[in-house]
């Protein structure tokens, strides 16, 4: 693969410094990427990889939900294709919200609390011990999602204080976290080349 087609989801959320990382990780593997911002539908079945940022969850389901971009994200899961879902997006793709107010995809058969880190003011940063990473990644916590409930086929690859906050579900990795928010791309690393790289040797 000479170039990666990444859609980010950018409805809401901080799309420019995922699109960053994803274009270091790739660059790190030798590959140019190519970023779609994804505010309508029609896009996503081009992508071969998705990103859906953080943002406010009621806000992004909605609007999902409208434009009809969230069958096309199921049917890019159902193929197998690699996504990141980070804080309010996984509160999103997770398979219940514990809140009518969001609808969500089931993507990630977890149950998560929204702002269960607490408000705004009571963000921080946290060395964190991922499964497949051979150093802590800087963790930044914004109003985190909390990870309360995970299924039976979910793999928990990072927890802070006992909690799950890192999660792969097949194709899709979920943080609790913003990965996005510091120069260390590891984890967009994870999420897509790991799973790219697998695809390929299938």
Same mark, same amino acid.
């Given at each position: 693969?000479? $170039?990666? =087609? ?12 995922? *699109? +960053?990382?994803?274009?270091?990780? *790739? ?8 970023? %779609? ?7 996503? @079945?081009?992508c071969d990889v998705l990103l859906m940022p953080g943002g406010e969850s009621t806000t992004i389901s909605r609007l999902l939900a409208r434009e009809g971009i969230d069958e096309?994200?199921g049917a890019h899961v159902a193929a197998g294709k690699p996504v990141l879902a980070t804080c309010a ?6 398979? +219940? ?12 058969? #977890? $149950? %998560? ?7 705004? #003011? /009571?963000?921080?940063?946290? @060395?964190? /011990? ?5 150093? &802590? ?5 914004? !109003?985190? &999602? ?17 909690? &799950? #906050? *890192?999660? !792969?579900?097949? &194709?899709? #990795?979920?943080?609790?976290?913003? @990965?996005?928010?510091?120069? +260390?791309? =590891? ?16």
């Amino acid at each position: 693969m000479d $170039t990666l =087609r990444a859609g980010v989801v950018a409805v809401q959320g901080d799309v420019s410094e995922h *699109a +960053d990382a994803i274009e270091r990780a *790739a660059e790190a593997h030798g590959v140019a990427a190519e970023i %779609v911002e994804i505010r309508s539908a029609g896009l996503v @079945p081009d992508c071969d990889v998705l990103l859906m940022p953080g943002g406010e969850s009621t806000t992004i389901s909605r609007l999902l939900a409208r434009e009809g971009i969230d069958e096309e994200i199921g049917a890019h899961v159902a193929a197998g294709k690699p996504v990141l879902a980070t804080c309010a997006g996984l509160i999103v793709a997770s398979s +219940d919200a514990k809140d009518d107010r969001v609808e969500t995809l089931d993507l990630v058969d #977890v $149950t %998560v609390d929204r702002n269960a880190f607490g408000r705004q #003011v /009571d963000s921080f940063e946290a @060395p964190l /011990d991922v499964e497949g990473l051979d150093s &802590p990644f800087p963790a930044v916590f914004i !109003r985190a &999602p909390l990870i309360d409930d995970v299924g039976d086929g979910v793999e928990v690859l990072a927890e802070w204080d006992g909690t &799950p #906050v *890192a999660v !792969r579900d097949g &194709p899709v #990795v979920g943080t609790s976290f913003h @990965p996005e928010l510091t120069a +260390d791309s =590891r984890i967009h690393d994870l999420a897509f080349f790991d799973e790219l790289e697998v695809e390929a040797q299938a």
